[in-house]
């Protein structure tokens, strides 16, 4: 069964300390990673696809990382609307419509 | 810009009730999608759909069905709502595959 974990479970950080989060998976032949911000109360919203390792996307203060094995979200000076729930999801080789998702990393920026 | 709508955000049913849960896109997306999203286990996919009237089961479509009647709604029933199904529900859309979905704002359903 494919499987994806995200780690840590909640991470605290100061305005302006940059740190990542981490996805590993146990997926082969990944067809994509995708990364999702969920905030209180709503819908997940689109970051990233990821296709192929060593594959990098950046947006603002995000960037995102792939391995053969993880996936890493760094965030860098992180600012209070930074905070949120951060998911991962893959798609395995055999499906054109379904994601496995990770339980998420919930980041909470202090000013 | 792209919208996601469901109906409720919050409900409260009893146990054994039928339970129905509207999502409407107003984005001619092809794919639409159910999911639960519980604590600790990410969001489940439980039924999608890739084409009006066609529908495919999920990794957890037990309890549940769908229906399309048209290509912006896709419905979720409950058909005899339990306790086990208190959960947040989240609705889809995506043009092709699973690229880039669109969720709406969530369901809190508890069934008491």
């Known amino acids: 069964e494919d499987q994806v974990t995200q780690s840590p479970e909640a991470l605290r950080l100061q305005e302006g300390e940059s740190s990542s989060l981490n996805c590993s998976y146990t997926?082969?032949?990944?067809?994509?990673l995708f990364w999702y911000r969920q905030d209180p109360g709503k819908g997940p919203e689109f970051l990233f696809t990821l296709y192929s390792a060593g594959e990098e996307k950046e947006k603002e203060r995000l960037k995102a990382t792939l391995t053969k094995k993880e996936s890493f979200l760094h965030i860098t000076a992180p600012k209070p609307e930074d905070s949120a729930t951060y998911l991962c999801a893959v798609q395995p080789p055999r499906s054109d419509y379904k994601l496995s998702f990770g339980a998420g990393t919930t980041v909470t920026v202090r000013a | 810009d792209v919208k996601v709508t469901q109906s409720s955000r919050y409900l409260v049913k009893r146990t054994g009730e039928k339970v129905f849960l509207e999502c409407v896109q107003d984005?001619?997306?092809?794919?639409m999608f159910w999911y639960r999203q519980d604590p600790g286990l990410g969001l489940r996919l439980i039924y999608f759909s890739y084409d009006v009237k066609m529908k495919e089961k999920g990794d957890i479509p037990e309890g549940y069905s769908v229906s399309r009647e048209k290509k912006e709604r896709f419905s979720l029933i409950l058909e005899s709502a339990s306790t086990n199904q208190t959960s947040m529900y989240l609705c889809?859309?995506?043009?092709?595959?699973?690229?880039?979905?669109?969720f709406g704002p969530g369901t809190r359903l508890l069934v008491l």
């Open positions: 889809a859309s995506s043009l092709s595959g699973i690229e880039t979905q669109y």
């Open positions: 997926v082969s032949g990944l067809r994509g």
């Open positions: 984005m001619d997306h092809e794919n």
